[in-house]
């Protein structure tokens, strides 16, 4: 079965960190760009980092520049989100997916991509 399992969510107060993890399963991440998403309730889904297959380019939102690192992983078929400084507006349900369009400027869902169930990362005191 092919799949994307994203995991590592939690609660965290406010400057605390957090790794998420998206592991694939039934494929292999190698040959995939692949980026992390978020939805906080009401709001509507934005991009918070992507890297491509090979690792050269990496995209990140405005909002988590220099607080988060993507990396990833090719022998555990494993891409990270190392979140640090959270703040409160981090708040949100965190996917990752692998149909996505990237450059160094930006980061897109492509029409296809599919979506899990995500982690929940809630930031509060």
């Known amino acids: 079965q092919v799949q994307l399992v994203e995991s590592g969510g939690g609660l965290v107060q406010p400057g605390g960190s957090l790794r998420l993890s998206c592991a694939a399963s039934?494929?292999?991440?190698?040959?995939?760009?692949v980026g992390w998403f978020r939805q906080a309730p009401g709001k509507e889904r934005e991009g918070v980092s992507c890297i491509t297959n090979t690792g050269a380019i990496t995209y990140y939102g405005d909002s988590v520049k220099g607080r988060f690192t993507i990396s990833r992983d090719n022998g555990r078929n494993t891409v990270y989100l190392q979140m640090n400084s959270l703040r409160d507006e981090d708040t949100a349900v965190y996917f990752c997916t692998v149909d996505v369009v990237i450059t160094a400027r930006s980061c897109g869902p492509t029409a296809r991509a599919s979506w899990g169930q995500g982690t929940q990362v809630t930031v509060s005191s």
């Open positions: 039934g494929f292999s991440l190698r040959y995939s760009n």
